[in-house]
């Protein structure tokens, strides 16, 4: 192999392998909710609906405590709406990780700070919405108006496993 040829691989092996961990961005009407941080956006430009999950935010499972309140909430608000999406990547089940925005706002950071999902704690981070979170807490909003409040999604699933799927919320 010649030289030249090797350069030529070794560009387009390095565009490749940047354009996968690439953001990507568009604009689309949720289709579809199933749970507070996961939901579906038709494309503008066309295309399959995506799956997404709300980067930065961790909501209740839907058989959990708060579960469907969190989706509902999440319907209420989204359903039908246009958004604009910036996908940064995908999770371990494939969702894309987007911040949302609706009508100009943060979608993640108001499910926070309205009190229907913890701001997403990785290692020991409090996450981008701990201000939000905080502020829900101390009003004593959604997931923090009881005493006990629920417990996280992550320790949920470890103690009982996935949740079965309840019918996603449409309007």
């Known amino acids: ?13 390095l565009a490749l392998a940047s354009s996968a961990h690439a953001t990507t961005e568009f604009s689309g ?6 749970d507070g941080d996961t939901l579906w956006v038709q494309p503008e430009e066309g295309g399959p609906p ?3 999950r709300i980067d930065g935010i961790d909501a209740p499972e839907i058989c959990q405590a708060a579960g469907r309140t969190s989706r509902d909430a999440l319907a209420g608000r989204a359903l039908h709406r246009r958004v604009e999406a910036r996908v940064r990547g995908h999770d371990d089940y494939g969702r894309g990780l987007a911040r949302l925005r609706l009508d100009g706002e943060d979608l993640g950071a108001r499910m926070v700070r309205e009190g229907f999902a913890w701001s997403y704690r990785y290692r020991h981070s409090p996450g981008p919405y701990a201000a939000e979170e905080a502020a829900a807490r101390n009003r004593r909003l959604g997931l923090f108006a009881a005493a006990d409040p629920p417990e996280r999604p992550r320790d949920f699933r470890q103690r009982h496993g996935p949740c079965e799927r309840a019918a996603p919320a449409r309007r």
């Open 1 to 13: 192999m010649t030289l030249p040829m090797l350069r030529l691989m070794l560009c387009a092996a």
């Open 50 to 52: 995506r799956k997404l």
């Open 29 to 34: 009407t949720v289709t579809y909710v199933s």
